[in-house]
């Protein structure tokens, strides 16, 4: 079984094997951390955010994880998150 293969399985067999296989139990907290910082996002930008595709698309690596957090700061920070760039 590969990502991509894991990627297309329903949420609930996702769930169960992000239970049982560690290297899923990892995967499945950063997709729900970046869930998580993607609605935190949207609601403190009060406009449809401007967040790159390449952070909402595909699985999520500490890389998207860093870069969705320093978008975060932008925005609650008083900054249009159109204005965000990554570094």
Known sequence: MNWDDFDSLPPHQKALLAETVPE???LARREERREILLAKIKLASF????????LTEGRATAQ???????????VVSGH???TWRTK
């Open 80 to 82: 249009d998150s159109s």
């Open 24 to 26: 899923v139990k990892a």
């Open 64 to 74: 998207k994880i860093a870069e969705l957090e320093s978008l975060y700061e932008w």
């Open 47 to 54: 406009e449809k955010p401007n967040i790159p595709a390449h």
